[in-house]
């Protein structure tokens, strides 16, 4: 049979005996803090592991202590399972409730409630039943209430399968690629260096693997590997792990810090979310302001922030807003993160959070089209597809290689979203709003078609005119080349610098004929005559920019055009002369094309820019040979 791994947390008042729980459950006291020991309750994080039938649960002991909720909150962020304790001779208390409503926020559905110092009370039966009502309307409303006594076993037997149960209805940790690590705990250790300890998700870390942190935003390679305390190749999802890293110091790694693979991460100072204060609240409750102050408690970190409720109204006990969090220092997050929200003063939890775009945008957060975005999104916050729906009738389009990555959405889960979207367009690597990309498409058309009736001299509408088009249509994003190709399969042709309908063909209007004519005939000489004698009327200057556009004038310089025909000449008189004699002084190519300096010199720099031939000193050279 094989061991599934999973994450136990404990939950509960102070002294309603946690700690002492876990050491009767596993042999090992998970306060190792002299100050802890020394006062008799649990300030910081302790840590465990206990083997059950099919199991291998890594437990984080937490603290119940008002004062130390943070610290709770840090040991909680990705736990499977909850254990809360509520001691049988006290009953339900203010820390219970407390940690109860964060285990909410942070989507522990599945736990056990231990019943603790049974062997203090003689009536457990109505502790329980006082305790079920307690839990009547959350998450853990249905879990088993399992009496105890670890002054002297009574009920661990129990209690072990109880958690078995628990655990067997847990669904498998994936293994997505995305490996991300809190650290909950950084020490040295001499002969390893760097040691940092946190709950592995997401994803598995081997040895010799190079990670990305942040902070302090580096890299380091992973020098070693433990789980519960086993040396190992390669640490899995779910597994409390300690990493050996050897670049990186204890001072560079706070608690907090996320361990990931290069390019998975990328901090962020602004995050929008769907905020939830638990209907648990009393109805007294104060309300929750718009910009207010708090702390945003993530993974195994806490950052201070500013509040900003998209209503603007303040929320009370039982209500949802969407809202965006703007930080003072950045964070890592994923979209599908949860977390909690802290007082200022860290004296009391506010509400819960689930993160809908990790990386916000403070000017947009009122505009109804981000609001709908993150509405979508909130209303269905386990649907991968609705979310990269909502993403594409935002954005207008995506790389299909990056949607939702990273996520809580698994490649698998993303991948059979793509197929099952009616609304999206596959555009080689590019994913597109089937809407947006309609309406740019009629767009573009009306355009062309505009620029063919007011100018049909022209070859088509310049493609730097269509651009900006695009990229107001896609916020930015690169889907020219998507939308040209897409329009030539439709219909239109694309030259150098223009695109048309295949059927245009470009005519001098009724009012340039003459000028037009004019030009042809004096293009026809060997000495053509200066371009601003062409120009000088507005109809000359529209007559030549059509007979360049259409090809048969080239544009020489700002000073010289010429016929086609007659630049293609002198330009095969140069090959041929270069291929014969290898190099030649404009001196030697004058005599030999038997043109005016004032016609060889633009002429031989036009053929330099073309990259037929290059200068080298005083000679030329053919640069490269043609068919």
């Not at 809202?323 to 003072?328: H, I, P, T």
């Not at 964070?331 to 200022?344: F, T």
């Not at 004519?517 to 507005?538: F, V, Y």
Request: charged share 25%; with cysteine.
């Amino acid at each position: 049979m094989s061991i599934r791994h999973a994450i136990l947390a404990t939950a509960g008042h102070i002294d309603h005996g946690k700690s002492a729980l876990i050491t009767a459950l596993t042999g090992n006291d998970p306060d190792r803090l002299p100050e802890e020991k020394q006062r008799g309750i649990t300030i910081d994080l302790g840590f465990a592991h206990l083997e059950l039938p099919g199991h291998n649960l890594g437990i984080v002991d937490v603290p119940g202590h008002q004062d130390f909720v943070k610290n709770m909150v840090a040991g909680v962020g990705a736990v499977d399972l909850a254990l809360l304790v509520v001691a049988a001779d006290d009953g339900w208390m203010p820390q219970t409730e407390e940690h109860l409503q964060i285990l909410s926020y942070l989507g522990a559905t599945r736990g056990v409630i231990a019943l603790t110092k049974a062997d203090l009370v003689d009536d457990t039966p109505g502790r329980e039943t006082e305790i079920r009502q307690q839990l009547q309307h959350s998450p853990l409303a249905e879990a088993a209430i399992v009496p105890v006594s670890a002054h002297n076993g009574t009920g661990l037997d129990e209690l072990k399968a109880a958690l078995t149960t628990a655990a067997d209805a847990m669904p498998p940790h994936v293994d997505d690629g995305q490996p991300r690590l809190a650290a909950d705990r950084v020490f040295s250790l001499q002969g390893i260096g760097t040691v940092v300890t946190g709950t592995l998700t997401g994803g598995s870390l081997k040895q010799g693997e190079t990670i990305a942190a942040f902070p302090p935003g580096a890299n380091s390679r992973i020098r070693s590997v433990q789980s519960h305390h086993r040396g190992q190749n390669d640490a899995v999802p779910g597994t409390r792990t300690a990493l050996g890293l050897s670049e990186l110091s204890r001072d560079q790694l706070p608690r907090g810090a996320t361990i990931t693979l290069p390019g998975l991460a990328e901090p962020t100072k602004t995050i929008d979310v769907l905020l939830e204060r638990s209907p648990r609240l009393p109805a007294n409750c104060t309300p929750l302001c718009n910009d207010t102050r708090v702390w945003m408690h993530h993974g195994s970190g806490h950052w201070p922030a500013r509040l900003v409720l998209t209503e603007g109204k303040a929320l009370a006990g039982g209500e949802r807003q969407l809202a965006q969090l703007r930080l003072e220092q950045p964070a890592c997050v994923w979209p599908g993160d949860r977390l909690v929200i802290r007082n200022w003063p860290q004296s009391a939890t506010l509400a819960g959070g689930r993160v809908l775009n990790a990386h916000g945008d403070r000017k947009q957060l009122r505009t109804e089209a981000h609001r709908a975005f993150l509405q979508i999104r909130a209303e269905n916050p386990e649907d991968a597809g609705v979310w990269i729906a909502s993403q594409l009738a935002r954005d207008g389009a995506a790389r299909a290689d990056a949607l939702l990555r990273p996520s809580h959405f698994t490649k698998a889960q993303i991948k059979n979203a793509i197929k099952g979207l009616d609304s999206a367009t596959r555009l080689g690597d590019w994913l597109v709003d089937s809407q947006h990309w309609t309406a740019l498409r009629e767009t573009c058309t009306a355009l062309i078609d505009e620029e063919h009736r007011s100018h049909p001299e022209r070859p088509g509408l310049p493609l730097d005119q269509l651009r900006p088009h695009a990229e107001r249509a896609f916020n930015g994003r690169e889907v020219f080349e998507e939308l040209l190709a897409d329009l030539e399969q439709n219909g239109f042709q694309r030259h150098q610098t223009h695109i048309s309908k295949r059927t245009h063909r470009p005519a001098l209007p009724a009012h340039l004929r003459n000028a037009g004519e004019r030009i042809r005939a004096a293009l026809q000489s060997t000495d053509p005559p200066a371009r601003k004698i062409l120009t000088e009327s507005p109809t000359g200057r529209s007559a030549l920019q059509f007979l360049i556009d259409t090809g048969e004038v080239i544009d020489i310089s700002s000073e010289l055009a010429m016929g086609t025909l007659e630049f293609n000449r002198l330009r095969l008189i140069v090959k041929q002369h270069l291929r014969k004699h290898t190099q030649a002084t404009a001196s030697d190519l004058r005599k030999t094309m038997n043109v005016s300096r004032r016609i060889l010199i633009p002429v031989l720099e036009k053929l330099d820019r073309d990259g037929l031939t290059a200068r080298r000193g005083d000679v030329r050279v053919l640069r490269r040979e043609e068919d």
